[in-house]
């Protein structure tokens, strides 16, 4: 469990104020603008009021899931994420607050139950895990990454349902069925095309997950993502049913929140 004591809040500022001068003092040295991470770790934390972890966050953790294992994650590691995090700008801070986010822990070699995983959305400890180590996979899938997790959060919040949504459900094609959760699918979905109405075969591992995913790909490839639904008839629907879920769950995203999603240009990677 992530301590939250006042001894370790002292001991985080101090850890963190530590790493914020050495990742800027060795990215202005070299040149290198990833050396601005600190800055954006800062500005994040000040927009949304919650702590970015990047040391000393007590893994491991148990919850009533399972284990939550990590290990701490480099300066370099951090820093090429930066741009990543910085994502969660786009939000409104009402949206994080309505989540309940207290904390948001970067790390390596994250596990549940010795199943590594990309990110850990940990309702229980109100605590993001995202495992940045894979930051240098596809160009954009830690950006995916940290959206369809952020809508997990969402989807239990606005409804306090997670695994069940019948009206969702129901836009399916007919006769379709969910092939029983992420985890059966995780390492199949990079390789394996979806069927029409899917935005990706990890889409069609669960209700859950099918919501979440569309969800990612409206904020990462929006333009794209519109268009395919142009030619399918029932994803067209189910970007419907996010765009209404989400402006009833926080009016701010909205179709002006929707516009600076289709605006918004992210850096190619080096």
């Known amino acids: 469990m992530i ?14 104020s530590i790493f914020y001068i050495a990742t800027l003092t060795n990215g202005m040295a070299s040149g290198d603008d990833n050396g601005l991470s600190a800055i954006t770790i800062s500005s994040v934390e000040s927009k949304h009021g919650f ?41 409104p801070r009402k949206v994080v607050d309505l989540c ?39 160009a954009d899938y ?43 699918v995780r390492w ?20 859950e997950e099918d919501k979440a995913e569309t969800f990612a790909y409206m904020m990462v490839q929006y333009k794209r993502t519109i268009l395919r639904s142009n030619e399918d008839p029932v994803l067209k629907k189910k970007i419907i049913a996010i765009e209404e879920l989400l402006k009833q769950f926080c009016p701010e995203l909205n179709a002006s929140f929707w516009q600076t999603v289709s605006d918004f240009r992210r850096r190619r990677r080096r």
């Open 3 to 16: 301590h939250t004591n006042k001894h370790f809040y002292i001991i985080r500022i101090v850890t963190l």
């Open 142 to 184: 830690p950006a995916h990454v940290l959206h369809h997790e952020l809508f997990h959060f969402i989807d239990l919040k606005d409804d306090g349902k997670l695994y069940t949504d019948d009206r969702w459900a129901a836009i399916n094609p007919a006769g379709f069925r969910y092939k029983g959760g992420g985890a059966r």
């Open 188 to 207: 199949q979905s990079r390789t394996l095309k979806p069927t029409p109405g899917f935005v990706s075969f990890y889409a069609m591992a669960s209700v």
């Open 100 to 138: 309940n986010i207290k904390t948001v822990s970067l790390c390596n070699n994250l596990s549940v139950n010795g199943q590594l995983r990309s990110a850990v959305p940990d309702f229980e400890h109100c605590t993001l895990h995202l495992d940045i180590a894979q930051n240098d996979s596809e």
């Open 51 to 91: 702590q970015v972890i990047v040391k000393g966050q007590g893994y491991p953790i148990k919850t009533s899931y399972g284990v939550i294992q990590a290990t701490e994650s480099s300066h370099s590691d951090v820093n090429l994420y930066s741009e990543t995090l910085g994502e969660l700008l786009l939000y």
